[in-house]
C-alpha cells in the first residue's frame, strides 16, 4: 500500500509544467520618408527573446503599410506610432503576433 502511495508520489513530482507564452509589446515610430525607429516597450523577460523580435521588426519593409495609410489618412502628420504585442510560445519557439 505504502509503495502506491509513494509511486504516485514520485509520479506527480516528475510532470513537468507546460511552459508558459511569453508576451511583449514593440513601439514603432514611422517617419514620412519610410524609415523607422523600434523600441520594446514590454520585456518578454528572455532577453534572447526580445532580441528576436527586434531583430524581426528591424527586417520588416513598412513600405506598403505606410501607403496604405496614406491613402486612408489624407493628411496624416508623421511621424506615426504605433504598438504591436507579441506573444510567445517557448516550446516552439515560434512568435505570433496578436490581430
Do not use: W
Amino acid at each position: 500500500m505504502n509503495i502506491h502511495a509513494n509511486e504516485e508520489t514520485l509520479s506527480a513530482q516528475t510532470i513537468k509544467p507546460e511552459p508558459k507564452d511569453l508576451t511583449a509589446e514593440a513601439r514603432i515610430k514611422l517617419y514620412k520618408n519610410g524609415s523607422f525607429e523600434v523600441i520594446l516597450t514590454k520585456s518578454s523577460g528572455d532577453p534572447e527573446q526580445d532580441e528576436k523580435i527586434l531583430k524581426m521588426i528591424r527586417a520588416a519593409n513598412f513600405k506598403k503599410f505606410q501607403e496604405k495609410l496614406n491613402l486612408r489618412y489624407k493628411n496624416l502628420d508623421y511621424p506615426v506610432y504605433f504598438s504591436q504585442p507579441f506573444i510567445i510560445t517557448p516550446a516552439t519557439d515560434e512568435v505570433k503576433t496578436e490581430e
